[in-house]
């Protein structure tokens, strides 16, 4: 079975930290995931699904969003099918679910269009109290 499977979020206040995960497993997961692009989306309740952050199948080139510069960190490990998202300095505005995303193997650009993406995970709770 294919499946991204996210981890990590919860009740944080302003201010705080949170380390998101995304484990990619089942056999074609675990084959394609070291050599495809990976992102993290979030949806607040009733707006758009956006992009928050992606990452190149080498690790080489990371991407954010202008709203998370400074504060998110995207990283892989391709030993461990995982890819993360570091988040500091959290706001009200960060709260959102938050999803991981794979691309087609071997692309050469990170996708920031959530229909860019192949698969999806299904998703993470963030809630940031004032």
């Known amino acids: 079975q294919m499946q991204l499977v996210e981890s990590g979020g919860g009740l944080v206040q302003a201010g705080g930290s949170l380390r998101l995960s995304c484990l990619a497993s089942g056999r074609s997961f675990a084959s394609s995931f070291p050599s495809s692009n990976m992102g993290w989306f979030r949806q607040a309740a009733g707006k758009e699904r956006e992009f928050v952050a992606g990452i190149a199948w080498s690790g080489t080139g990371t991407y954010y969003a202008d709203a998370v510069k400074g504060r998110f960190a995207i990283s892989r490990d391709n030993a461990k099918n995982t890819v993360y998202l570091e988040m500091n300095n959290l706001k009200p505005d960060d709260a959102a679910v938050y999803y991981c995303?794979?691309?087609?193997?071997?692309?050469?650009?990170?996708?920031?269009?959530?229909?860019?993406?192949?698969?999806w995970g299904q998703g993470t709770q963030v809630t940031v109290s004032s």
């Open positions: 995303a794979q691309d087609r193997p071997y692309s050469y650009i990170v996708p920031t269009n959530p229909w860019e993406y192949e698969y």
